[in-house]
Every structure is written in C-alpha cells, then in structure tokens.
C-alpha cells in the first residue's frame, strides 16, 4: 500500500516523525511545509493542500492525516467520485492515540489499515463509523475484496447492507457450497437463480441482474487430444469465454488429467497467461461422486471425464457451472467456481 502521510506545521511534522518508523511495512512519503524541523530522509515540501491533494488522490493508495478534520473534509470533497475508486483517508490526531477512517472504509481499505496502524502504537483508540463493522454485520463489498472478486451495481449496496443491518431477510442467488461458505449468514437466504428481485445479491461469474453482483473468478477443465497446438487450445479457450460472455480475465486458474502434464501446446498456454495449471490424477477424479457428462476419456483411461472434473477439482467451491463444450474436434472445456 502507497500512503502519503500529510501535515500542515510543526506539531503534524512531530507527530509524523513519530509516527513514520511504525510504517515500515508500507511506502510512505511525508509532505510538509518548508522551513520546518524533522529527522526524516526525505520530506516533501508543499505550499498548499490543493496543490498536493490532487495528484495524490490518483497516485496513493491512502492518504493519512495528521491535520484538523474539518480541513480534510473541505479539501477532499471536491475531489470524491465513488466508493470503487477513491483511495483511503484516515485522518490521525496529534498525540497519535485517536484514529478516525474517514474515507473508503472498505473497498478502499481505510478501515483495515486504520486497525493495523493501532495496533502498532501505543494506546491508540480506533474510532470506525462503518455501521456493518460496530454491529459485526456482513458487509458484501469486503467478501468481494477479500476473495478478489468483482462488483457490479455498487450502487445498489447500500440498500443491501440496511436490510442486513435491520434484521431484513437479503435473498443470495449463487451455489450450495459457495454460499456455505459465507461466513455470519444471519438473514441470508439461498435462493436460485430463477428468484432475482431488486433486493437479491447475485454471486455468478454468469448470471447478470439489476441487483448487487458479485462475480467470482472462473476455474477452466481442459482436455486436449495428443501434440494439440497453442494456437488450437487459445482459439478454444477464446470461444468458449465468448460464448459465455467472459474474459481470460475472468480466470483464475486451469488444471487437467495428469497424462496430459506434458503437452507442450498446453503448457505453453499455461505459461502464456500466467497460470499455475494443477494436474489430477486418475483416482482424484474417480473419487469424485459429481455426475458428469459422457466423455470418451472413460473408453481410453477409465475415467469419469477429464475437462468437467477437472473443473470441479480445480476450482474453489467444487461446484461445476460450465458443462463441457468440444472445440475443433481436439480441446474439451468446462468451467467451475
């Protein structure tokens, strides 16, 4: 995390000369005024907040400080766009024992980075305003973040999050075992994907809606015939994303049968995109008790399949939402989450 540390005159610059050795961690620059006392390699001299606060809304990843609040707050309004994009600001007191996230509590990751920064100094007391985090309520824009998932419709989270934090029943269109693994479900129900209204979270790299989604990534299952080429299995891969309305982007990851680990069109396909493709053995994807589509891979191998299995083994939640599809005759795709 980038993180400009800003102060405004002698008291601020103390405090920040304080406070910076707690931040080794982090890429810190201090901006001061000229002509003032420090310890610091390096300061950074300004003549106005504006001048400074500016460029530093694009170029930092959070932006602390040690100023009064109120100046803060007129100098960033002009600024804000939306809740996606704005960086961090955290706003410190002199005596470096009262912190406030004022800004991007959650996607942008003040709240998280004001709790480190307290518990690194002494005494400090953390003060977060995020009304999901003092009732320990879910908050969906911080499952998205911590599973690198992507969002859409932000701005139908706060609707979201006021039914939760009153009790309110919030409908979640995904699969089984990813809802399962949503951590304090209270008044969460599991609903398909046919059950869509405007107060239903949408969690599916493939199912669109007006709601709040949250789109995880995509694990690829990938069968090729012998000595099948890059070209082949890139072309395959691109039209069966096409045709479902995804991007490589969209992919976290590919595996395969294990007899497949030295295809070299494959690996290279691989390596091309950066993915640490997993191989599974014949008795991992025996064991799996999903039903899978017919494949001619249980004539040659004794095997339940090889691209669908593949997907489910590869994947995170084990749930196979893209059934095989065959490309050219000679590569066999299917998607898991």
């Known amino acids: ?200 979270v949408v969690i599916s790299p493939l199912v669109a809606s007006t709601s709040l989604m949250l789109r995880p990534k995509i694990y690829l299952g990938i069968g090729c015939n012998r000595d099948t080429p890059l070209k082949i299995i890139e072309e395959s891969v691109q039209l069966f994303l096409e045709r479902h309305n995804l991007i490589i982007n969209d992919v976290k990851n590919i595996a395969s049968f294990e007899a497949k680990s030295d295809e070299v069109g494959l690996l290279a396909f691989a390596k091309k995109y950066s993915f640490d493709i997993k191989f599974y053995s014949k008795e991992d994807i025996n064991a799996l008790e999903n039903k899978f589509s017919k494949s001619a891979s249980t004539k040659f191998f004794g095997l339940k399949g090889v691209a669908e299995p593949s997907a489910v083994l590869g994947s995170e939640y084990g749930e196979l939402v893209l059934k095989k599809e065959v490309y050219f005759g000679a590569v066999t795709l299917a998607g898991g989450v």
């Not at 709240?111 to 320990?136: G, K, M, R, W, Y």
């Not at 419709?153 to 399962?180: D, G, H, M, W």
């Open 1 to 200: 995390m980038k993180i400009a540390l800003v102060t405004i005159n002698q008291p601020s610059l103390d405090s920040a000369c304080r406070l910076f050795p707690y931040l080794e961690e982090y890429e810190v620059d201090v901006y001061g005024k000229k002509d003032l006392t420090h310890n610091l390699e390096a300061l950074i001299l300004y003549k106005k907040l504006d001048d400074i606060l500016v460029p530093a809304w694009k170029e930092y990843d959070a932006i602390v400080c040690i100023l009064a609040m109120g100046a803060v707050v007129r100098k960033i309004a002009p600024l804000l766009e939306n809740k996606a994009t704005d960086p961090a600001v955290i706003v410190i007191n002199l005596a470096l024992d009262k912190i406030v996230p004022l800004l991007s509590g959650h996607l942008g990751g003040a709240n998280e980075l004001a709790d480190d920064i307290t518990s690194l100094l002494p005494n400090c007391v953390n003060f977060i305003s995020t009304a999901t985090d003092q009732t320990h309520t879910l908050a969906f824009e911080m499952l998205a973040k911590e599973r690198d998932w992507e969002i859409g419709n932000l701005k139908a989270l706060a609707k979201i999050s006021n039914r939760l934090l009153n009790k309110q029943t919030v409908k979640v269109a995904t699969y089984p075992t990813l809802f399962e693994s949503i951590p304090n479900k209270d008044n969460l129900e599991l609903v398909g994907f046919d059950d869509l209204d405007l107060d239903t």
